[in-house]
């Protein structure tokens, strides 16, 4: 067995014309991750602390859509949602509807830990965030110029957006409003990572769609949908929430591998070949080291590495260069 590890920083319709300066923050946040979840990894660290680690990387990069990137609800507020996930022991925790935590996949880690529970979401999980004494700010900490502008722009279009979406000229404006829930993808991020003994661990975590109604939930913190981990894998989904929710994508993964004896490429492959065209990307290890990231979607800001000095960074078809 070998240690891997892969994260992924959204799916979505990322065109291949992305401004630099909308592209290479992203890249550059990427290899960042990436470069501290091996050093972790290296380090012996269990994967479950590998994974919590890296996604409170993520969450502090303010170009990628959770924590301090968090887009806006439809009422201009952010609501943000996690979860995380062990293998061996299938203990996990999540939280939703966060507008304080900054880091919320470490408040879904303390839900695991420190409840009997698995989800707690808006002002029950805003409460013991403040009793187990996790870093907080005021809301408008989380909210950056650029969402405020994607905001904008999804309501005047009248649409859920995803938020790699470029801006819609006035003549797209009537056409775009006639599409329903147009672009309702979404960029997350996530993590998988297993050591070279075989424990694997799964986080996601996300600020949902780009003017979402407040209170909706996504795929990110619900276990089986966006996050899944067991002996055989883990898993940590993105795109559009509905659909990842309806396919349970993350544990079909871990159950066509079971169930069919497929590996875990054509598990992966299998599960989003499933889900409508545009709307679905992963990233997934096995218990062996083996990896996956796919996607049906233009694109997906994803970087991998494995102990056999197996390494990539990408976001289209082809790895970075």
Not at 19 to 39: K, M, Q, S, W, Y
Not at 76 to 94: F, L, Q, Y
Not at 203 to 225: E, H, Q
């Amino acid at each position: 067995m070998r240690w891997a590890i892969a994260l992924h920083g959204g799916a979505g319709d990322i065109p291949h014309s992305l401004p630099p300066d909308r592209r290479l923050p992203r890249e550059a946040g990427l290899r960042h991750c990436l470069d501290v979840g091996i050093a972790a990894l290296k380090a012996h660290k269990h994967p479950l602390d590998v994974v919590e680690l890296v996604v409170r990387e993520l969450e502090n990069y303010p170009h990628f859509n959770a924590g301090k990137g968090s887009v806006l609800t439809s009422s201009g507020t952010v609501e943000m949602e996690a979860s995380i996930m062990d293998g061996k022991s299938k203990k996990c925790g999540a939280v939703s509807g966060l507008s304080t935590v900054v880091n919320a996949v470490s408040l879904a880690r303390l839900v695991m830990e420190k409840t009997p529970h698995i989800y707690l979401g808006f002002h029950g999980a805003e409460a013991f965030a403040r009793e187990q004494g996790v870093e907080t700010a005021d809301p408008s900490y989380f909210i950056t110029p650029e969402n405020i502008e994607r905001l904008k722009q999804a309501q005047d279009a009248n649409r859920v957006q995803i938020d790699y979406t470029q801006p819609v000229q006035k003549e797209e404006k009537d056409a775009a409003a006639t599409i329903p829930n147009g672009d309702s993808q979404i960029g997350t991020v996530g993590c998988v990572a297993v050591d070279s003994e075989g424990n694997l661990a799964s986080a996601t975590s996300t600020g949902g769609l780009v003017n979402k109604m407040a209170g909706r939930i996504g795929d990110s913190p619900i276990i089986g949908a966006g996050t899944y981990a067991n002996h055989l894998c883990a898993v940590s989904a993105t795109g559009k929430g509905e659909a990842m929710i309806r396919g349970t994508v993350a544990r079909d993964v871990a159950a066509v591998m079971e169930f069919k004896g497929l590996s875990l490429k054509e598990a992966a492959a299998y599960v989003i070949d499933q889900v409508p065209p545009g709307n679905a990307g992963l990233v997934a290890v096995s218990s062996t080291g083996e990896i996956a990231t796919v996607f049906n979607t233009t694109g997906m800001f994803r970087a991998c590495a494995s102990e056999d000095g197996y390494s990539e960074v990408a976001i289209w078809d082809s790895p970075l260069k």
